[in-house]
């Protein structure tokens, strides 16, 4: 899916996965949804990453040329292959995130 942003307005998603939350052999799979107009109160996907454990603690990762005029829900999972649900989840609202600002998902603190 194609998504076009000002690069003057876009905002970034970034985070921090603690080293103990990967499981061996695995990527952690980051999804993020947006509202669904055909559906109120349900979601879309928007994009979906894999993070790799990146050997040193934590491992760092970022979304870019996000809408800062969005709201999102984000949600990892770092055990997909065993469906067992979500380890975490946040809803970042378009009143709080600006044109240029990068959003910290769980306040800085590693996931």
Known sequence: MLHIVRAAEAATIAGKIDQG?????????????????????????????????????????????????????????????????LEFSEDINFHTIEPEEVWSLNMGIPI
């Open 21 to 85: 939350s990967f499981t061996l052999g695995q990527n952690v799979q980051m999804t993020v949804f947006i509202p669904n107009p055909n559906f109120p109160g349900a979601f879309k996907e928007y994009t979906k990453i894999e993070i790799s454990d990146s050997g040193t603690d934590p491992t760092e990762f970022s979304i870019y040329w996000l809408d800062p005029h969005q709201v999102y829900n984000v949600e990892i999972d770092f055990d997909p292959d065993l469906d067992n649900g």
